[in-house]
Every structure is written in C-alpha cells, then in structure tokens.
C-alpha cells in the first residue's frame, strides 16, 4: 500500500515533466548558448574582447548612459503619474473604483504599436515634427505605453493595505501628510519595486517605440538589433548578458522588498 | 473639495490616455490622409481593410498564431502547475526559478537568444514557422503558469484525497475535481496567453518566416512605408480592435458580477 501511494504521488508530480523539459529547452539552453557566443569570437576562440569592446568603445558606452538616461526619466514620469491615479482609485471613495481601473488598464490590450501610430499623429499636429524632440517624444511615448503596468501592481498593494493601521496612526495623532508618509508609502514600497521593474527594463529595450517616434539614436535594445542584422551573434549575446546582469542585479537588490506576485502584475486584471 | 481634486485629475489622465486613440478612431471614418485635415466621411477605411489581401492575411495569421500558441500554452502552463504543486522541492524550486526568466527578462533579449539557439545552434528552418510558434508558447506558457499556481493553493488538498478514498482513479480525481477547481486560473492564464501574443513584436520578428507577419510587424513595417491607404487603413483597424476590447470588457464585467450574485445567492440559502 506504502509503494502505490508513493507511484501516485509521483505520477502527480510526472505532470510537470513536459513543461521542465520545455524550460530546459526552451529558456535554459539559449540562456547557456548567449553566454557561449558572449565570451567566444567567430573562430569559437575563447576571448573577452566582446565584453572590452562595449566598455572601451565610447559608442557603446554612450548608448549604455542614454538608455539608463530614457529609462530613468520614463520610469520617474510613469511613477510620478501612476502612484496618484492607484492611490485615488484604492483609497478615494468613488462608486466604480473597478470599473475606473479598467478604463486605465484596457489600452494594454489594444497592439501597442497601434497605439504608439495614434501617439505619434497627435505628437506631429502637436510639435509639426517629430525630429525636433526626440528624447521627449520617446519618454511621452513609453510612458503611453508602459504606463497601466505601473498603476496595476501599486494599486494591488495599496488595496491589500490594512486600514487599522491608519486608523492607528491617526489615533497616535498623525496628520494625514504623516499617515502617508510613515505609513501609506513604506508599506506600498513592495508595489513599487515591482512596478519600476516592468517599466525600467522596457524603457531601456523597446527600441520600436523609438523608431516608430523617428528618434534614430540606439538605446540598449537597438543594438542587439543592430547585431542580429550583421548576423553578429557575439556582439549582441554580450550585450544581452549585460542586460541579463541588469536584471540579476535589480533582482538582488530589491529582492526583500519585492512582492510574492510581482510577476503576475501584467494580468493582474484578468486574473481577479 | 478634495473629491473635486482627485476627480479632475483622473479625469485629464483618462483623457490622455485614450485622446490618441479616439483620434484616430475619428479620422478613420473620413477621407483625409492626414490627421487634422477635415475632410467628408467615408468608410474607404473599411472597405480596405475588408478586402486586401495582405491585410487580411496578415489579421488571420495574426488570430490563429495568438490561439495556436494560447492552447499549446495553456496545456503546457497547467499540467506544469498541477505537477509541481505535488512535486518536491527540486521540482518546484528549479521550474519555479525557470518560469520567473522569461517574465523579467527584456523580450527583445528573449528572443535573441531563443533565435540564435534555435535557427544558429540547431538550423531549424524560419519558414516552417517551428521557431515562431516555440517562441510565443514561451513568451506565455510562464504567464498561464502564474495564473494558475494561486489557485492550487487556495486549492482544498482533502477534497483530491477525497475523491481517491471514494474509488476514483487518480486521473479521474485530476480530471474531475482538482481541474475544476483551478478552471478560474486556467481561464485567465488563457486569456493572458493570447493577449501576450497579440501584443508581441520582438519575439514576432526574430523567429518568423519573411513572408509572415502580425499585426506589430506589419504595423512597424508600414509606417517605415509611405503608402497612404495602408496607413489609413491602420487607423481603421485600431478602431476595430479598441471596439472589440471595450464589448469584451463589458461582457466580462457582466458575467463575472452575475457570478458573483448567483454565488452570494447561494450562500444566502445555505445560511
């Protein structure tokens, strides 16, 4: 009896074996292959050139600082905009507060290059040209974009908050800038974090965005782009990596902040 | 006062945010090449969309690539929750730690390196649509997986023992009790799926054949084009797509909040 329970217990578990190999396949072995071509050159000689020529090339050094530049910029915008309109929605008291959230999260399901089209029509009657300013034109551009995916993480947290603590923190004789800054925002930090991660690294990739908005400079995106049209699979696995440790190091650092369900904050909508 | 703040705020957030679309959504309906030129209406627009051949290739292509990939996905995603919900802790650390890569990773470097795996490492052929399909079912298969892993949890583990101890085989107990269970989770993740793919450009247009391509490729390409009527057309087509979207948000908050009554009605008898 001993022996069946545990052939059905790993019957259960045999479940998951095609998606394991899916993973292995699919997510690990590309993982291991760009850290391959990272650090060999066209001959499969192992070198690190790859690796010194984007931090000797002030090129590539340049691309680096304005993508950070765009990205930092768009993220401030998106945080800026998106804590007001989650914190009104989960703490004001309006009737339809999800209906509301919907009107904000529904442009996230309509193909965003379809929207960016509809932006950049506006921008050119608005501007005359869009060459005059491109760094604005794309930081308007990417926070059109990747603005719901700020709203809806915060939003959760602010929502999951337990009103007795502000109740409490009144009580104590807080006023409410105090309520709010002692209380509200350390404990919405987690919805932060979360959504600084779905729109930095965007904002440093989503190079179609800038070539739609006619801004011809390369941020981080671009350039694998640029690589994997000279079939330069070197060059742009190491620029990859280097995005790749970006994110292992945001990773990191944030780590004892993050929420649990910080990656499923993209069908946070659907899912509820 | 304070209300009147919060309001007038959301209100030029809300109007931002959908002025772009509503704009063009306007002009699709009239005869001007050009936004701010007014002009008579029209449905030329339509009538383009309707009836070229490569827009309605690449709106079809589009369609079945997004549910192809979104049944594979949704599958796939949920056999590997429901497995690594029993499973040890290998199996739950090691998918779990693999599933969060493609979440956080920037899609353009996904793509990058699925495609030089797939077409440089192992030859596979761009025009057999394999690397295509292989790099949607990534892209999504983690969200399905996300969507579904909650529900397990919330999932009540006696009512599976349940089954077995009444003589249901441990398929059947799958089948007909911890897969109801979770069908909520496996709904949206399927939903999740396909509107991942829609989205999608980057993993698109590095692992599709030359001929292929969907809604954001063609978009991307058409506007580096200068043909009027295709752009016109465009504009016609995101008015159809933000049409779609609104009658199925509508439809979802319809039948969700019939749900939700019938189920506080049945509550209310049990009480």
């Known amino acids: 009896m001993q022996s069946k329970s545990n052939w059905l217990k790993l019957s259960k578990a045999q479940l998951a074996l095609p998606y394991g190999l899916f993973l292995v396949c699919f ?20 070198t690190i050139e790859n690796l010194t020529g984007f931090f000797l090339s002030t090129k590539t050094i340049g691309t680096l600082a304005y993508s950070f530049g765009i990205a930092i910029v768009t993220t401030s915008v998106c945080l800026l905009l998106a804590y007001p309109i989650a914190y009104i929605l989960a703490r004001g008291n309006f009737k339809h507060k999800s209906v509301i959230l919907m009107i904000f999260i529904m442009p996230m399901w309509i193909n965003f290059t379809l929207r960016i089209t509809a ?104 350039l694998i782009g640029a690589y994997f ?10 620029i990859s990596l280097i995005l790749l440790i970006i994110i292992l190091v945001f990773t990191l650092c944030t780590n004892r902040y993050a929420d649990e369900d910080a990656g499923s904050s993209r069908g946070g909508v659907i899912s509820r | 006062m304070k209300k009147t703040i919060q309001t007038v705020f959301i209100l030029i957030m809300v109007t931002l945010l959908y002025l772009p679309i509503f704009v063009l959504a306007f002009y699709s ?19 383009t969309l309707f009836t ?92 399905v997986y996300l969507s579904v892993m909650p529900k397990l949890k919330q999932m009540d583990n006696s009512l599976y023992e349940a089954a077995l101890d009444l003589g249901a085989s441990p398929k059947t107990a799958i089948m007909r009790v911890v897969i109801p269970q979770i069908f909520p989770g496996i709904v949206s993740g399927f939903a999740l799926a396909i509107t991942l793919s829609l989205d999608d450009y980057f993993i698109t247009s590095y692992t599709k054949p030359a001929t292929f391509d969907t809604i954001s490729t063609y978009v991307v390409n058409a506007t580096k084009g200068s043909q009027t009527e295709i752009k016109t057309a465009l504009w016609a087509l995101s008015t159809i797509i933000f049409i779609v979207v609104v009658l199925l948000v509508i439809m979802m908050n319809v039948t969700g909040n019939k749900n939700a009554r019938r189920a506080g009605e049945i509550e209310k008898k049990n009480a």
């Open chain 1, 27 to 46: 997510v690990l072995a590309p993982l291991i292959v760009i850290i391959y071509y990272a650090f060999t050159n066209g001959e499969g000689v192992f």
């Open chain 1, 119 to 222: 932006l950049k029509e506006i921008l050119t009657i608005i501007e005359g040209n869009l060459s005059f300013h491109p760094f604005l034109n794309t930081v308007i551009g990417m926070t059109y974009d990747f603005l719901p995916f700020m709203i809806l993480p915060i939003y959760t947290t602010l929502l999951k908050l337990d009103k007795n603590l502000l109740e409490a923190a009144s009580d104590l004789g807080a006023d409410t800038v105090q309520t709010f800054m002692k209380v509200t925002l350390p404990l919405s930090v987690p919805g932060i974090i979360s959504g600084i991660f779905m729109v930095f690294l965007p904002s440093m990739t989503n190079y179609v965005v800038l070539d739609m908005l006619y801004n011809s400079t390369y941020i981080m995106g671009s």
């Open chain 1, 229 to 238: 049209s000279a079939y330069d699979w070197h060059g742009g696995s190491m």
């Open chain 2, 29 to 47: 309906f009239t005869d001007s090449a050009n936004i701010g030129a007014i002009h008579g209406f029209s449905l030329h627009n339509y009538v």
């Open chain 2, 52 to 143: 070229k051949q490569e827009l309605q290739d690449m709106i079809i292509g589009t369609l079945t690539l997004a549910f192809g990939s979104a049944i594979i996905s949704t599958v796939l995603g949920m056999l590997g929750a429901v497995g690594v919900h029993y499973s040890k802790r290998f199996g739950k650390t090691f998918i779990g730690a693999m599933n969060q890569v493609p979440v956080v990773n920037a899609e353009v470097v996904t793509a990058f390196s699925l495609c030089i795996l797939l077409i440089g490492v192992c030859g596979v052929d761009k025009s057999s649509y394999v690397s295509l399909l292989i790099g949607h079912v990534v892209l999504e298969t983690p969200f």
